[in-house]
C-alpha cells in the first residue's frame, strides 16, 4: 500500500467525495450534503485522503452561527467526515480531523463544532459544549454535541444556540 496524502479537495474530487461518503455512512444523506454545502458556497474547509490516486477519506467544515451570543461570534462546524470501510481503523480519520483543525486555525478560525460520536471526538480536545453554554439546534444527546476551543477563551461570551448551514436540515 502506498503512502496516504492528505490534501486540499477540488473540484474533480467529486465523484471519489461521494463515493467515499455514501459508503462510509450507508446512505446518500451525507453525500448530497457535501454537494448542497459546496452549491451554497458554504465550504470553509474541505479535505480529502488519498492513497493509491484514490479518495478514501474526507472531511469538511461549514460556517454556524450562535444565536443570542453576547457578541458576534464566528464558528466551524465539523461534518461531515468519512473514510472508507475497507479503510477505516488505520488512521486515516485521525489525520483528516487534524489536519482540517490545523486548516481552520490557519485560517483564524478560533472555535469549532461537531454532532459527532462522543467517544472519537474526544481525542482531539472536543468536549460537550453546554459546559461553553451551547445548545443544539438539533435534538441531539448532549454528549454528541461538542465543541473545541482553538485558544484560551474562544467560547467566552459566546453562549447561545448553534445554528448550523441550512443544507443539514435534509441530514
Not at 467526515?81 to 487534524?98: C, D, F, N
Not at 459544549?129 to 461538542?146: I, S
Request: proline share 6%; hydrophobic share 45%; aromatic share 8%.
Amino acid at each position: 500500500m502506498s503512502e496516504l496524502t492528505i490534501r486540499a479537495e477540488l473540484p474533480g474530487d467529486a465523484s471519489g467525495v461521494r463515493r467515499v461518503n455514501e459508503q462510509a455512512f450507508g446512505r446518500r444523506d451525507e453525500a448530497d450534503l457535501v454537494e448542497r454545502l459546496h452549491a451554497g458556497g458554504k465550504v470553509i474547509v474541505a479535505l480529502v485522503a488519498e492513497q493509491d490516486r484514490a479518495i478514501v477519506g474526507h472531511i469538511l467544515f461549514s460556517p454556524v452561527t450562535i444565536e443570542g451570543a453576547a457578541k458576534p461570534c464566528t464558528a466551524v462546524a465539523l461534518a461531515p467526515m468519512a473514510v472508507l470501510p475497507s479503510h477505516q481503523r488505520r488512521g486515516i480519520g485521525r489525520r483528516l480531523v487534524e489536519e482540517g483543525i490545523i486548516a481552520c486555525k490557519e485560517l483564524g478560525y478560533t472555535r469549532i463544532i461537531v454532532l459527532g460520536h462522543p467517544q472519537y471526538y474526544p481525542w482531539f480536545g472536543f468536549g460537550p459544549a453546554k459546559r461553553y453554554g451551547l445548545h443544539c439546534e438539533y435534538n441531539a444527546p448532549d454528549e454528541a454535541f461538542m465543541a473545541l476551543a482553538l485558544e484560551p477563551d474562544a467560547f467566552r461570551d459566546c453562549a447561545g444556540l448553534v445554528k448550523f448551514a441550512p443544507e443539514f436540515a435534509d441530514v
